[in-house]
């Protein structure tokens, strides 16, 4: 029923595409709403819901409403109608790769509740383990004070490179925010006054190093979501698809009001007019504006996804799409928002989103298998909680602004996995080696 109502579906949204892209994204608003009501149920599958309720945040009502008031970003001027369709096309094929690699899959996958226990929270103390880390990586935003405490937009005197904030501001706070996610959820299964305690303690720490007014949406995303989709993920699923995307729409444009937006006298932009919400613009006018190379057969996705190489270590810099001269001179800033699939697409052609969501989904096939609540707390489960969260960020991209952020909580979950792995081994019986029948045949009878 769900494999029909999205095919036939993306049908719709390509034809009312073709007529005029606002009518092709409004279609892709209620592809996602169907979708989603079709995924409410218990015990579906976690990433697909992820996916639509970031579909409706990102890339349905809002590019529409954009296109349909004439809304320009980044002094680019107002783009024509085919090359806004183009982009509506590429994220049509990158949903359809997405459903291509469920083909024959059921929805609900296998699991077995009497497989794991959840008071099996691990090491005997796990709450002081962890505690005693979120205290030191809190300690750690210290040694460089002005990436972590002084609102964003203001440069100081010295510019950091890049590495500073990853050692000093993304790093440290995912470990602050893991360490948080691991202790409530040991809270929830010990339900002690020391866990509580813990927990609380924990909670204030991360609200004081993850402070909205400097920390960029991908540290908290990645950090706090993790606890949502534990403890809803599998329930109420809903809540956690209307969770992701009133967090974005609407508390995502004011925190930047107040953290940039207010310093260089701009006034409250909110849902869809935000440049929160310029992703698909970006491409039509990457589409437009830029002329777009030969294809680069993989090459494009090898530079994004090099990211954690130095910069004069790069695999292929100058397939950086961003660092054209064609695009520096179209757009008013460098900085902007590349969904992946575009990258694909200069690859691949159209048929680069395509591939692009068959690989995706396969892999998340993997990551959905691990999340279930009652597993023991574990690096390995921590990690899936963080790869579904940093799905939302890796959709409005791009790969190569996305890459520190979930490296790094990788890192942080792995680092709180390992404080909350068990220790304790279960007391085995001593094995006493039994006689062979012949042996016992020869033994002397009283």
């Known amino acids: 029923m769900r494999t029909l109502a999205f095919w036939s579906s993306l049908a719709c949204a390509l034809l009312c595409g073709l007529v005029d892209p606002v009518w092709g994204y409004t279609a892709v608003f209620a592809l996602s709403l169907v979708q989603l009501s079709l995924l409410g149920s218990s015990g ?69 509740p009497g497989l794991h226990h959840t008071r ?55 470990v602050v925010l893991m360490c948080f996610v691991a202790l409530t959820i040991h809270a929830f299964r010990r339900r002690t006054p020391w866990a509580w305690a813990s927990a609380g303690l924990a909670l204030a720490l991360a609200a004081v190093a993850a402070n909205p007014v400097n920390t960029a949406r991908q540290i908290l995303l ?45 006034g409250l932009t909110t849902f869809p007019f935000s440049q929160d919400f310029d992703a698909m613009f970006v491409v039509a006018g990457i589409l437009e504006r830029a002329p777009i190379p030969d294809l680069g057969w993989g090459r494009y996705l090898l530079s994004a996804f090099s990211f954690f190489l130095p910069r004069d270590l790069k695999m292929f810099p100058e397939f950086d799409p961003l660092g054209w001269s064609a695009i520096l001179g179209n757009f008013s800033q460098s900085n902007l928002s590349l969904p992946p699939f575009t990258t694909a697409y200069f690859d691949f052609g159209m048929m680069g989103p395509l591939l692009l969501g068959i690989a995706i989904s396969a892999g998340f096939r993997l990551v959905d298998k691990a ?48 404080l909350s792995a068990r220790a304790r081994r279960a007391r085995r019986p001593r094995r006493v080696r039994a006689l062979r029948p012949t042996a016992r045949r020869n033994l002397p009878t009283p």
Request: glycine share 10%.
């Open 371 to 418: 999340v279930d609540p009652q597993r023991a707390l574990s690096g390995r489960y921590l990690s899936a909680l963080v790869l579904l969260s940093a799905y939302v960020p890796f959709m409005r991209g791009p790969i190569l602004g996305w890459g520190p952020f979930a490296t790094s909580g990788l890192i942080a979950a792995v680092i709180a996995g390992a």
């Open 222 to 266: 990645i950090g706090l979501l993790p606890l949502l989709i534990h403890a809803i993920g599998r329930s109420r699923r809903w809540t956690l698809a209307a969770v992701i995307f009133g967090a974005i729409a609407g508390l995502g444009p004011v925190l930047n009001l107040f953290s940039r937006g207010s310093m260089w006298g701009e």
């Open 120 to 174: 099996a929270v691990g090491v005997a103390h796990p709450f002081l383990l962890l505690l005693s880390c979120s205290i030191a990586a809190f300690a750690t935003l210290f040694i460089r004070p002005e990436l972590n405490f002084v609102a964003r937009g203001i440069v100081g005197e010295d510019d950091s490179v890049p590495v500073d904030f990853i050692v000093f501001s993304t790093l440290p706070k995912l």
């Open 44 to 112: 579906g599958s976690v990433f697909l819901l992820i996916h639509y309720a970031t579909l409706l945040t990102y890339f349905s009502l809002a590019p529409a409403m954009q296109i349909a008031n004439d809304v320009e970003f980044w002094e680019t001027g107002v783009l024509g109608t085919a090359a806004h369709t183009q982009a509506l096309v590429m994220l049509l094929m990158y949903m359809a790769g997405i459903e291509a690699a469920r083909f024959g899959m059921h929805d609900a996958p296998a699991h077995l």
